[in-house]
């Protein structure tokens, strides 16, 4: 366990910003996609945002044009960028990697927009 470090979630207020990290422990090797998934209480967890190692993205239109993941190979780290954060963005955001063996998931870490 704790191959996948997520940081960056806390209490925002709506219209903030909060920039998440994923540190995919140096023993997960051939990695395709990294990506964001979300849960809010009472839903199911839900595409944020991937990117694969050719550096195309992909948004839910929910997200699209706020939200802005990127990562950095040789950190073996994602990054999700929120931008104009509203309520509805509330809930717990988690990190996904992908290799050519198998996905590995974060334990998540919570996003919380309210005033």
């Known amino acids: 366990q704790g191959q996948l470090v997520e940081s960056g979630g806390g209490l925002v207020q709506p219209g903030g910003s909060l920039r998440l990290s994923c540190a995919a422990s140096?023993?997960?090797?051939?990695?395709?996609?990294m990506g964001w998934y979300r849960q809010a209480p009472g839903k199911q967890r839900e595409l944020v945002a991937t990117?694969?190692?050719?550096?195309?993205?992909n948004y839910p239109d929910s997200v699209k044009g706020r939200f802005t993941i990127s990562r950095d190979n040789g950190k073996n780290t994602v990054y999700l960028q929120m931008n104009s954060l509203k309520r509805e963005d509330t809930a717990v955001y988690y990190c996904?990697?992908?290799?050519?063996?198998?996905?590995?998931w974060g334990q998540g870490t919570q996003v919380t927009v309210s005033s």
């Open positions: 140096r023993i997960i090797i051939n990695i395709r996609t």
């Open positions: 990117i694969t190692s050719g550096g195309s993205t």
């Open positions: 996904n990697v992908v290799t050519n063996l198998r996905s590995y």
